[in-house]
């Protein structure tokens, strides 16, 4: 089983930036996939970044040039830092970790085990 906790989110103005990050706790397969998956109000979860078990990077046409994921192996931690935020990144920010098919990293309910979430405002 794996635990997933993230932190890092708040209030930003357009054009501000913010890190979030993500510890990762228990088993994690070695064929994992973890992603940083955000979900707006009334609109489905949408996969913003993605590093996969060979540290294939993958990001959503949406935030290219502006947000940048890695993972820390030695510390179990998924960070992304976000520039040149917009209001239509609004939206709670969740990291999610399992075993997808390179076709499916954006699908969020492809992931088995998520984290509660932390909201980013730009505004």
């Known amino acids: 089983h794996v635990q997933l906790v993230e932190s890092g989110g708040g209030l930003v103005q357009p054009g501000g930036s913010l890190r979030l990050s993500c510890v990762a706790s228990?088993?994690?397969?070695?064929?994992?996939?973890v992603t940083w998956v955000r979900q707006a109000p009334g609109k489905e979860r949408e996969g913003v970044a993605s590093?996969?078990?060979?540290?294939?990077?993958r990001y959503a046409d949406s935030v290219k040039g502006r947000f940048r994921i890695s993972k820390d192996i030695t510390k179990n931690i998924l960070s992304l830092v976000m520039h040149n935020l917009k209001p239509e990144d609004t939206a709670m920010y969740y990291c999610?970790?399992?075993?997808?098919?390179?076709?499916?990293?954006?699908?969020?309910?492809?992931?088995?085990?998520w984290g509660k979430g932390t909201q980013v405002t730009v505004s």
């Open positions: 228990g088993s994690t397969a070695s064929n994992y996939y």
């Open positions: 590093v996969d078990n060979i540290g294939i990077i």
């Open positions: 999610a970790a399992g075993p997808v098919m390179p076709y499916q990293w954006s699908q969020g309910d492809k992931y088995p085990y």
